[in-house]
């Protein structure tokens, strides 16, 4: 009896765990096919060199596509209208995704993200300028590299945004257009004074600059009518990142190339084996724009803003961004204007401008990281960009792609020598270029002087970075 006992109970202990791993396998099948209802397959990887119909974003990953969802955006400069087709787009292949985007005002907009995504929340994708990476990085997602990989990026974007947004291995965002510095001239003011060949190199600038500019008979210190709106910082629109492309173009080392220590007013050896300052010469030659005392005089404090003063017909060339055109226009829209490439100096071996623009990334707090970047790479597509171009009138981040509109061109020229600098915190190091202009033009400090405790305060703030 005993025996039979044991013998039963061995049995339905049998046919129970039969029953249950059946139950596990059954489960374990409907939740594989739940799981694939709801996400998109990742495709295998394609290669634009050997297939043309390959870019970046056709290859979104794991994407939910059955549960509702919603994706906050914040922006700045861009507003609702704009990105409305780029957003129907995305919904075309994921509908059940909502995207929400909210225009910021700029003079708030870093404190107040900052802010938010210290608490934990915040948007699921915001604006970003380029120069905020470094600063940010902590609180963006980067994409995954299923979704997005190095190589794709690189084959996609200009060098200048890989350089801006690809740190350490890691993609930390996207833009949809870039910018970079050109000069912008007034052609009925130069017609005036006969001119008809644009300023190409630094020596033709400073020559025109003194032949359209106009001073006050028998005061010599007023200035009625710029030849070029240089030399000063508060009144100068982006006068840092002016000094900064100057600064490049003599090869002043600005800094280390681990990004640890700046050198701007280091000394290099010239042909001759002598020494020289190239940061220091840059700094010098653009101060002496606004020196009373110098034949390059041309600008003082008393003028207005830079773009005021030429949307006015108060100054003959200025220097400046691509976004700097419609803000002219607003103020006069009859001006007639014209783009030329940033001034050169003669016989250096490379051309060179300087880039300042916004992009996308994503937040670190967000549940949806995939589906952010989801739509990040939609906004990629060539197709949207394109649309995205012809709507705003701005610079290609793209390789394959350019602007159309006029006075685009020049910009379309040279956004593959337009560099980027790196900036630990971009608002502080401007702002660090501008004493640095102060201390010249208001103070009366010398140039060498006024660029070692330039430098020393970068470095300072550089050492907190790390």
Request: aromatic residues 12%; proline residues 5%; contains cysteine.
């Given at each position: 009896?005993i025996?039979d006992f044991?013998?039963?109970?061995?049995?339905?202990?049998?046919i129970?765990?039969?029953i249950?791993?059946?139950?596990?396998i059954?489960?374990?099948i409907i939740s594989?096919?739940?799981?694939?209802?709801n996400?998109v397959?990742v495709?295998?990887?394609?290669?634009?060199?050997?297939d043309p119909t390959?870019e970046?974003?056709?290859d979104?990953?794991?994407?939910?596509?059955?549960?509702?969802?919603?994706?906050n955006?914040w922006g700045?400069?861009?507003?609702s209208?704009?990105?409305?087709?780029?957003?129907?787009s995305?919904?075309r292949?994921y509908?059940?995704?909502?995207?929400?985007f909210?225009?910021?005002d700029?003079?708030?907009?870093?404190?107040n993200?900052?802010d938010?995504?210290?608490?934990?929340?915040?948007?699921?994708?915001?604006a970003?300028?380029?120069?905020w990476?470094?600063?940010?990085?902590?609180?963006?997602?980067?994409?995954?590299?299923?979704?997005?990989s190095?190589?794709?990026?690189?084959?996609?974007?200009i060098?200048s945004?890989?350089e801006d947004?690809?740190?350490?291995g890691?993609?930390y965002g996207i833009?949809?257009?870039t910018?970079n510095m050109?000069?912008?001239?007034n052609r009925?003011?130069?017609?005036?004074?006969?001119i008809?060949?644009?300023?190409?190199?630094?020596?033709?600038?400073?020559s025109?600059?003194?032949?359209?500019?106009?001073k006050q008979i028998g005061?010599?210190?007023?200035i009625?009518i710029a030849?070029?709106?240089?030399?000063?910082?508060?009144?100068?629109s982006?006068?840092s990142?002016i000094?900064?492309?100057?600064?490049?173009q003599t090869?002043?080392?600005?800094?280390?190339?681990?990004?640890r220590s700046?050198?701007?007013?280091q000394?290099?050896?010239?042909?001759e084996g002598?020494?020289e300052?190239?940061?220091t010469?840059?700094?010098?030659?653009?101060?002496?724009?606004?020196?009373?005392?110098?034949?390059?005089?041309?600008?003082?404090e008393?003028?207005?803003?830079t773009?005021?003063a030429?949307?006015?017909?108060k100054?003959g060339?200025?220097?400046g961004y691509?976004y700097?055109?419609?803000?002219i226009?607003?103020i006069?829209?009859s001006?007639k204007y014209?783009?030329?490439e940033?001034?050169?100096i003669?016989?250096?071996?490379?051309?060179?401008?300087?880039t300042n623009?916004?992009?996308?990334?994503?937040?670190r707090?967000?549940?949806?990281?995939?589906e952010?970047?989801a739509?990040l790479?939609?906004?990629?597509?060539k197709e949207n960009?394109?649309?995205?171009?012809?709507?705003?009138?701005?610079?290609s981040?793209?390789?394959?792609?350019?602007?159309?509109t006029?006075?685009?061109?020049?910009?379309?020229?040279?956004?593959s020598?337009?560099?980027?600098?790196?900036?630990?915190?971009a608002?502080?190091?401007?702002q660090i270029?501008?004493e640095m202009?102060?201390?010249?033009?208001k103070?009366?400090?010398s140039?060498?002087?006024?660029?070692?405790?330039?430098t020393?305060k970068?470095?300072?703030?550089l050492?907190?970075f790390y």
């Amino acid at each position: 009896m005993i025996a039979d006992f044991f013998a039963d109970k061995k049995r339905i202990f049998i046919i129970g765990g039969l029953i249950v791993f059946f139950l596990l396998i059954v489960f374990g099948i409907i939740s594989v096919l739940n799981r694939e209802q709801n996400t998109v397959k990742v495709k295998p990887k394609c290669d634009p060199n050997v297939d043309p119909t390959c870019e970046i974003g056709i290859d979104p990953g794991n994407i939910n596509t059955k549960d509702e969802i919603t994706i906050n955006i914040w922006g700045v400069f861009d507003d609702s209208v704009t990105l409305q087709p780029l957003i129907d787009s995305f919904n075309r292949d994921y509908p059940n995704i909502k995207i929400v985007f909210s225009k910021k005002d700029y003079s708030d907009y870093e404190r107040n993200l900052i802010d938010e995504i210290a608490a934990g929340e915040g948007p699921d994708i915001f604006a970003v300028n380029n120069y905020w990476i470094p600063k940010h990085r902590s609180k963006m997602s980067p994409a995954a590299n299923s979704m997005l990989s190095i190589e794709e990026y690189n084959q996609t974007f200009i060098p200048s945004v890989y350089e801006d947004f690809v740190i350490d291995g890691k993609i930390y965002g996207i833009p949809l257009y870039t910018d970079n510095m050109a000069l912008i001239y007034n052609r009925d003011i130069l017609g005036k004074s006969n001119i008809y060949e644009v300023p190409k190199y630094w020596e033709d600038v400073l020559s025109t600059s003194k032949i359209i500019t106009k001073k006050q008979i028998g005061n010599p210190n007023e200035i009625e009518i710029a030849g070029i709106g240089i030399g000063t910082a508060d009144n100068v629109s982006r006068s840092s990142d002016i000094l900064l492309a100057m600064m490049m173009q003599t090869g002043t080392p600005i800094i280390s190339n681990d990004k640890r220590s700046y050198n701007f007013n280091q000394f290099r050896k010239n042909s001759e084996g002598l020494p020289e300052y190239p940061g220091t010469n840059a700094l010098s030659f653009y101060t002496s724009f606004a020196n009373p005392n110098t034949g390059s005089y041309s600008w003082n404090e008393k003028q207005m803003g830079t773009i005021e003063a030429f949307a006015n017909g108060k100054v003959g060339m200025i220097l400046g961004y691509n976004y700097f055109l419609p803000l002219i226009e607003k103020i006069n829209p009859s001006l007639k204007y014209g783009v030329s490439e940033l001034p050169q100096i003669k016989g250096a071996p490379e051309n060179i401008s300087i880039t300042n623009y916004w992009g996308w990334s994503v937040n670190r707090n967000t549940k949806y990281s995939n589906e952010a970047w989801a739509f990040l790479l939609s906004l990629s597509k060539k197709e949207n960009i394109q649309n995205y171009l012809s709507s705003t009138g701005r610079v290609s981040p793209r390789k394959d792609i350019k602007g159309t509109t006029i006075n685009i061109q020049v910009f379309e020229n040279q956004k593959s020598y337009a560099k980027t600098i790196f900036k630990p915190d971009a608002e502080k190091i401007d702002q660090i270029f501008d004493e640095m202009i102060n201390d010249v033009v208001k103070y009366k400090q010398s140039p060498q002087n006024s660029i070692d405790t330039a430098t020393r305060k970068a470095n300072e703030l550089l050492s907190k970075f790390y």
